[in-house]
């Protein structure tokens, strides 16, 4: 058995295109595939017990050091009602302390769908007593605080592209929405130490890598690169290609601190965020036409969006080289973020500069008139198919039928020609790309309902979304089953391609990332 350290091996008796083979990997690269048992060598081996081997995948989209941090708050996700609420709230405040930083209660994932639909507010926050209470909803675009947190806030307005939401008397209920939340309560919030963020960030990257992920695209604030991801690198078990979180404009004090940063497989800068709107399950997604359970309200642009900054911000990005993403949810953002694009790719053709990667993240709503706009080659539909789970329950109330095939547009993307990259947006959703996978084949939401609208794709082309593509989008290597190419491989229990995705779906054996072996 080959140590972790060790980035050479024989990978044995696995299935590539219906033939038994050994897989000798040197350096990190393979260096010869012969039939199984007829490698004669001093490797050490890896038996893959006769599992489909596929490049390695990549989740184009996560928060690595949040999802790390998440991982020791309270889970208030898939909560039944109120009273599951707050008991699991009471059973976490047994074990903190009375005072000072560790004495915050952080909590996150809960969905007001899951129990019904009711907004919570700062009364089912009682449980945890007169310490401050902070519990970000399950997309991370609203919070629910209790009243000792909004005396910390005092009397404050709502800043522009967030709301503080206030009963029918003018008080705060205690739950703030997208800017409110980022602005006003998350500056308050006490971050976990430095070497909490570092140990929950490798635990974070195990587990990527048992779901056969050996890459990562991560979006990340300059302090949490610089604090944990540069200073853990050689002990990350995928390799993390950083887009900065870092927005407000002038951004080139935050920009040049990691681009001074080393660049290597585990960790390097890729390109810069910029947030465009909100999310559907809040209604913040900046739509073309009315919410149908809200007439009269389209949601909301936010940011660089909403102060007009946008054009200005892409400029900059791509005259210093990096690849612009944008958080584009509802059509409207979409839209813009398209122009955006069309923006960026003038600034490039008339500097005479290298044809810029444009990720537009999310694409949950995209008016059909847009989706032809997605088939230049450098444009790739960063999209998290797990996404569906939950927002595709409700698309009925939100969107109406009249949307329907503008929500989740994989199919129209791919037949448009465009370039879906998959990811997950780990915490939000679960990370597992085979979870991804069926999602997008299927088109079933969390209750196993076939979300209506003609969205889905076959199996290969989400195989692909999940490894050749989600590596392009990020400026990674291609890889291939073939002499030379890196050593970024998943050997899975069964094929895919043949595998019903309705009935059954296959799991991770072993992952091997840079020729080392990371699971299994």
């Not at 200073?231 to 990691?258: N, S, Y």
């Not at 444009?358 to 008016?367: F, Y």
């Amino acid at each position: 058995m080959p140590t972790r350290e060790s980035d050479s091996l024989l990978l044995s008796d696995v299935r590539h295109r219906g033939e038994s083979i050994d897989i000798e990997i040197r350096d990190g690269r393979i260096a010869a595939m012969r039939s199984n048992g007829s490698a004669a060598t001093d490797l050490p081996r890896v038996d893959g017990a006769g599992g489909t081997v596929l490049p390695g995948f990549v989740d184009a989209h996560v928060h690595l050091v949040m999802a790390g941090s998440t991982m020791e708050q309270v889970d208030l996700a898939r909560c039944r009602d109120r009273e599951d609420f707050e008991a699991r709230l009471a059973e976490r405040v047994k074990s903190l302390p009375g005072e000072g930083p560790d004495a915050w209660m952080i909590g996150h994932g809960w969905l007001e769908t899951d129990w019904g639909g009711d907004l919570p507010d700062a009364s089912w926050l009682e449980a945890c007593g007169d310490r401050p209470v902070a519990c970000l909803k399950h997309d991370h675009h609203a919070v629910l605080v209790n009243d000792v947190v909004l005396s910390m806030l005092g009397e404050v307005e709502s800043p522009p592209g967030g709301e503080i939401v206030r009963d029918g008397s003018g008080r705060p209920t205690g739950l703030l929405l997208e800017a409110a939340a980022w602005q006003l309560v998350n500056p308050i919030v006490p971050k976990p130490s430095i070497e909490s963020r570092r140990r929950t960030t490798i635990a974070a990257t195990r587990h990527l890598a048992s779901l056969g992920i050996t890459h990562v695209g991560s979006m990340e604030y300059t302090e949490d690169v610089i604090d944990v991801l540069d200073a853990i690198r050689d002990d990350l078990a995928v390799g993390v290609a950083v887009t900065m979180l870092d927005r407000e404009l002038p951004i080139e004090e935050p920009l040049a601190r990691l681009e001074a940063l080393d660049r290597d497989d585990r960790v390097r800068l890729i390109g810069c965020k910029a947030f465009l709107d909100g999310t559907l399950g809040s209604r913040t997604a900046a739509l073309l036409a009315d919410y149908v359970d809200r007439p009269g309200e389209r949601g909301m642009l936010v940011e660089l969006a909403e102060r007009g900054e946008l054009m200005t911000w892409i400029e900059y990005v791509v005259k210093r080289g990096w690849s612009p993403s944008m958080h584009a949810i509802g059509d409207a953002a979409a839209r813009l973020a398209l122009e955006a694009c069309d923006h960026a790719e003038r600034i490039a053709h008339d500097g005479g500069l290298e044809e810029p990667r444009l990720r537009i993240e999310h694409c949950q709503t995209v008016d059909p008139a847009d989706i032809p706009r997605f088939a230049r080659g450098n444009r790739h539909a960063s999209m998290q198919p797990t996404h569906m789970l939950d927002d595709g329950t409700t698309v009925e109330h939100s969107l109406g039928p009249d949307r329907f095939d503008a929500f989740f547009p994989f199919r129209a993307i791919h037949d448009a020609d465009g370039t879906l990259s998959f990811g997950s947006d780990w915490p939000i959703e679960t990370p597992d790309p085979i979870e991804g996978i069926r999602v997008a084949v299927t088109g079933c939401d969390r209750s196993g309902r076939v979300v209506p609208g003609d969205r889905t794709v076959d199996v290969d082309t989400a195989i692909r979304a999940y490894t050749t593509n989600a590596r392009e989008a990020l400026g990674l290597p291609v890889v291939e089953i073939a002499v030379g190419a890196p050593a970024d491989l998943v050997v899975l229990d069964r094929d895919p391609l043949t595998t019903d995705w309705d009935d059954s779906v296959p799991t991770v054996r072993l992952t091997v990332g840079g020729g080392r072996l990371r699971h299994g």
